[in-house]
């Protein structure tokens, strides 16, 4: 006889003749956000971050968007590391997970006297709590003033030099070409979710076909100039646009951003198809959550698991959001 059921009728439950193992393991691994900006984040958006499983966090504090002057002078970016410096200790007692942080000059704006900020940069290096130089890379499009693209190359070559010396990885911004949504907000409004000045962007200063593939390649010839292990440059915010050079003509890691995948069209899907075509040996997942951007404190946690829904085993899983990071950046227990 088939067996009875104590529904009135059948449910799909009847029709169901598998019962896939569920990895649970999965809820529980930990994990290492190699890049975001969580000491401007709230109480509550960091301890989320501890609710879903980090064990430890590289948060940067090289970004221009927090500097209320433009241009930026070098005084103002060492603002910036010594707030972050002064924070980190009480968010690591605060949220229990480990909090290092990545130090370095950002080229979305022109800073002035970037000489005095790299000339000091030495002495941050040699801090126990400074795990990487960055984030940094030359940017085609400046915020408010534009900055030549040799001068932004030296500036990026001095800190790739500087971390070769003090044997430091560096955190690359490389610049996203963003999804197309297909229609465009008011100029005036600009977008909503990111808190900046849309009408001063000025115009790019690389004249190239894909100009943002242009400036990775850059800071990869920067990189080799600097006598700087390829291995050791985390190219951020990697895309459709540039993993095929990254993962075909360097050695470089590459870290897919996808704290707000609303704004630059990066998923976990993503992920998942690098993982494919390249295997999880050079791939980190990061949030870049930070104050100025809608973004999610839970991303991380939610793309772990969708990774074994896009069919990525355990064992690569683990690889891209524990070991690489760990590996790469010296953190994590």
């Known amino acids: 006889m088939p067996p009875t ?35 401007t984040l709230s109480w ?17 504090a090289s970004g221009y968007h927090w500097t209320p002057y433009k241009p930026v002078r070098a005084e103002d970016i060492r603002y910036l590391w010594d707030d972050a410096i002064n924070r980190r200790a009480a968010i690591e007692r605060n949220h229990f997970f480990e909090a290092n942080l990545g130090l370095g000059i950002h080229t979305g704006v022109r800073i002035e006297n970037p000489d005095e900020a790299l000339e000091a940069m030495a002495d941050y290096c040699a801090l126990e709590e400074v795990v990487a ?17 040799d001068e932004q190359r030296a500036i990026v070559q001095a800190q790739m030099e500087l971390a070769a010396d003090h044997d430091l990885p560096v955190l690359l911004h490389t610049p996203n070409t963003s999804s197309d949504s297909g229609r465009s907000y008011r100029s005036e409004i600009g ?12 115009e790019p200063v690389i004249d190239a076909e894909n100009p943002a593939l242009e400036a990775a390649k850059i800071d990869v010839e920067a990189a080799r100039d600097a006598g700087l292990d390829e291995e050791r440059v985390v190219a951020s915010h990697a895309d459709g646009n540039n993993t095929e050079y990254l993962m075909a003509e360097t050695d470089c890691y590459l870290s897919y951003t996808i704290g707000h995948s609303w704004l630059i ?4 899907a993503d992920v998942a198809d690098a993982i494919d075509e390249y295997g999880p040996e050079r791939i980190m997942v990061d949030t870049d959550c930070a104050n100025v951007l809608r973004t999610d404190p839970f991303a991380l946690k939610r793309a772990i698991l969708e990774l074994y ?9 683990r690889q891209v959001v524990l070991e690489n990071p760990r590996d790469v950046f010296d953190i994590g227990q």
Request: with cysteine; proline share 9%; charged share 20%.
């Open 265 to 268: 069209g990066v998923t976990a």
């Open 191 to 202: 977008t909503p979710g990111y808190e900046k000045n849309p009408g001063l962007g000025q």
């Open 309 to 317: 829904r896009y069919g990525i085993d355990e064992a690569a899983i």
């Open 44 to 60: 509550d958006d960091r301890e989320r971050y501890a609710l879903s499983g980090c064990e430890s966090m590289v948060m940067v």
């Open 5 to 39: 059921h104590p529904t009135k009728r059948p449910t799909d439950a009847a029709h169901l003749d598998d019962h896939p193992e569920l990895p649970t393991e999965l809820l529980n691994l930990p994990w290492i956000d190699v890049h975001n900006h969580a000491h």
């Open 133 to 149: 130089i960055g984030e940094t890379g030359v940017t085609p499009t400046q915020h408010v003033s534009s900055w030549d693209v």
